[in-house]
C-alpha cells in the first residue's frame, strides 16, 4: 500500500511556521507533505473512537439515533472520538453516559473496526461490551433518540464498524445461551433430586440429627413411599474393573428412579472424603447422578449432589 496526495488534499501550509507545505517521499519513500522551512512533516493517521454495546439482562442493546453528520437521522452505537487524555475504555465509559445517560462499565473488549470515514478517511474503532450499573435511558446531546432493542431485532445500523460489534455479541450471547444448555444437563434429573432432598428434609426436621444411619434409612422409606417417591434401599450395584464384574459388589444405601444413587451419612460435615467416595461409586456402577445427604448435621440439612462426567 502506498499513501498517494489525495489523502492530504487541504493540506497545505506548514502548522508551525505557516509556509507553503511541499509533498515529498519521506527516508522510507511514504509521501508526506514537509516544510522547506522549518522542517515539519504532516502525519496523517487513522482517528480512534470507541464505542459502546450496551447489553441488558433481557438481551437488548442501546441503539441510538444521531442527531449529526456523519449518518444523521440513523441507527447508531453510542460512539465518540477519543480525547487526547483517555484511553480507548474510559473513552467509552464517559461517551455511554453522555450519549445514553447510562452508567456502565466495561464488561469485555470485543476487538477493533477500520472504518471509512468521510470526514477523517479512516477511522479505528474500538468495540466494548458495556455493563449497566447506574442511570436511566435517556438520549443525550448527539442523539435525537435513545432506545433498548432485542438484539434479533436492530434496526439497520449506519457504521459497519457497529454492525460488526453487535454480530459479535450475538455471537457471544449465543454461546452463552448454550452454555446455560450445558447447565441444564448439568442439573441432569434436578427435579427427582430435589423430591428426594425433600423427603430428607421432612426426616431431619422430624428427627433431628444423632441417630444411626439405619434409623434415618427406615425413615427415609416411610417418607418416600408418602411422598410418591420410587426408591430402593441396600441396592446391590455389580461393580466392573476393566470390563469384568468383580464379585464384590457395591451396595447403595438409597436409589431413587433408579438412577440416582443416595447414600446417608451421620457425620459433622460432608468433606472431600465422602465425595470421592460417592463420585468412585458412580463411576464404577456407570450411574450419573449421586447424592450425598448427612443426617448427621445441626441445623439445616446438608447435602451435595454428584454428577459423574
Ligand atoms: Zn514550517
Redesign the pocket.
Known sequence: MSINAESYEGIDY?Q????KLELKDDHEEKLRPK?P????TYYKNPIPASACVILNDDNEVVVIKRKFEPNAGGWALPSGYIEIDQNPEECAVDEMWEETGLEGQVERFLGYFSDYSPIYEKVISFGFLMKIIGGELRAGDDAVEARFVALDKLPEIVFPSHVAFLDKVKILSREEHEGSLRKATALLYKDEVYKIVGAAIEVHKELGNGYLESVYEEAMKIVSTDRDIPFDTQVKIPVYFKGNKLEKQFIADYVGYDKIIVEFKCIPKITNVEAAQLLNYLKATGMQVGVLINFGSRGKLEWRRYIRT
Open positions: 506548514c508551525q511556521c505557516g509556509s516544510c522551512n522549518c522542517g515539519f
